[in-house]
């Protein structure tokens, strides 16, 4: 009983790590401005802006709240058995929050900038302290950190557009020209900074003495600035799944009703972001203001949406809902496993294609595939094995003992 599955977080998990590549492949593919800004890399015109503005619209963010709710839902699982079996919920929680933040960093250092585990790990050790609350409270503290969130990137939205009117002041200072082209390099970078950037990606050993002397502070920085918005989309997740919400035990007509208005609503509200970036012209302090403050609660209803019309359509488990389950149950071997492709494909240990596909012709050469070879591998695996592969890694590291990995044969009288 301990080890059940509930199909339902596994099919959303499932959903969201194939939907968080597809906003990731382009940071792995080309200069990291070009994530958010199509202007400063890529292409920003024809195909690459349609593709930038779909994945705008439907996916950037939002999956990654999903993942981000799956994540709180998940820890108040594991915390559940582990207390159910005799053991104690919080050093067990603890040691697996701990390992993860050493994958993580190895991640970041390793293999990818963008990664969100080391992140998760330490937020989830805040996460703990709210475990006991009742789904309503945890609704609305998950809501309250958001919106310090929301608070706190208005603000230095704000600052930037200061340091933008300083400059351009008549009078401006050197230092106040220097602050707000500091700024401009994030978003709108240079050929020297673009020539500097393709060469630290042409060798795997200059990639990492770069990532640990100029950007080794990086994982901790980041999770200061993102920690409030994590920690309130754990807390709903953790909500969710103490409802009945991400465990499919809500009405039918209930899950419509979420899937429409959420969707509804959070897709206008996307749409919105993307009209305001093109028509600023891919204007820094816009691109904060719009897709980190304002937005932020639409991304919220839209992960929502998207949570309850999953779990509408995965009903029945057909075949690809099956898939789909088992890519989730391998969640976090997807997650790192697809980062690995990626760099492969694309840094200069590997095929060496960074910096020279459009968005769309780098969205086409790796998402289908990575798509493909998860939805493949997962679910084999899984009828021979009781985890993926990095899953059994975490889970023994943090039990401090190998884990039995072969699912148990059964006995012809059982079969």
Not at 259 to 279: K, M, N, P
Request: one cysteine or more; glycine letters at 10%.
């Amino acid at each position: 009983m301990a080890d059940t599955r509930i199909e339902s977080l596994d099919v959303i998990r499932g959903v969201a790590v194939m939907g968080i590549f597809s906003v990731n492949v382009i940071a792995f593919a080309m200069i990291e401005a070009a994530y958010f800004n199509p202007g400063a890399y890529g292409g920003h015109t024809g195909a690459d802006l349609a593709l930038w503005a779909v994945n705008m619209i439907l996916i950037d963010g939002k999956m990654r709240s999903l993942f981000s709710m799956l994540f709180g839902a998940s820890m108040l699982l594991v915390i559940e058995r582990a207390e159910a079996s005799g053991q104690s919920g919080a050093s067990v929680h603890v040691r697996r929050m701990l390992v993860l933040l050493l994958f993580g960093l190895a991640h970041f250092y390793f293999i990818w900038f963008g990664d969100i585990l080391a992140g998760y790990a330490m937020v989830g050790l805040i996460a703990f302290l709210f475990r006991r609350r009742s789904p309503r409270a945890l609704a609305v503290l998950g809501s309250l950190f958001i919106l310090v969130s929301m608070v706190q990137f208005a603000g230095l939205a704000w600052h930037m557009a200061e340091l933008d009117k300083a400059a351009h002041a008549v009078g401006a200072t050197g230092a106040q020209i220097r602050d707000w082209n500091e700024f401009g390099e994030m978003f709108f970078p240079g050929a020297d900074t673009i020539a500097k950037d393709a060469a630290v990606h042409a060798s795997f050993l200059g990639r990492l003495s770069y990532m640990l002397v100029e950007r080794g502070a990086e994982p901790f920085v980041n999770f200061l600035a993102f920690a409030p918005e994590t920690l309130g989309l754990m807390l709903i997740g953790m909500a969710g799944y103490k409802s009945g919400f991400l465990t499919g035990q809500w009405a039918l007509e209930r899950y419509r009703r979420i899937a429409f208005w959420g969707l509804l609503i959070g897709g206008i509200a996307s749409a919105l972001v993307v009209v305001v970036d093109v028509q600023s012209r891919f204007y820094a302090p816009a691109l904060f203001a719009a897709f980190f403050a304002a937005a932020a609660p639409f991304r919220v209803l839209m992960a929502l949406g998207y949570a309850a019309l999953i779990i509408i359509l995965s009903r029945g488990m057909g075949p690809l809902a099956q898939r789909v389950a088992a890519t989730g149950r391998c969640a976090f071997s997807n997650y790192l496993g697809t980062s690995i492709i990626a760099a492969g494909i694309f840094y200069g240990w590997g095929l060496g294609l960074y910096g020279d596909l459009s968005r769309w012709q780098a969205w086409a050469v790796a998402v289908p595939l990575v798509w493909v070879v998860m939805l493949a591998w997962s679910k084999p695996w899984l009828e021979h094995f009781s985890y993926g592969p990095l899953e059994w890694l975490w889970r023994s590291l943090s039990r401090g003992e190998l884990q039995p990995m072969r699912r148990p044969r059964l006995s012809a009288a059982a079969a």
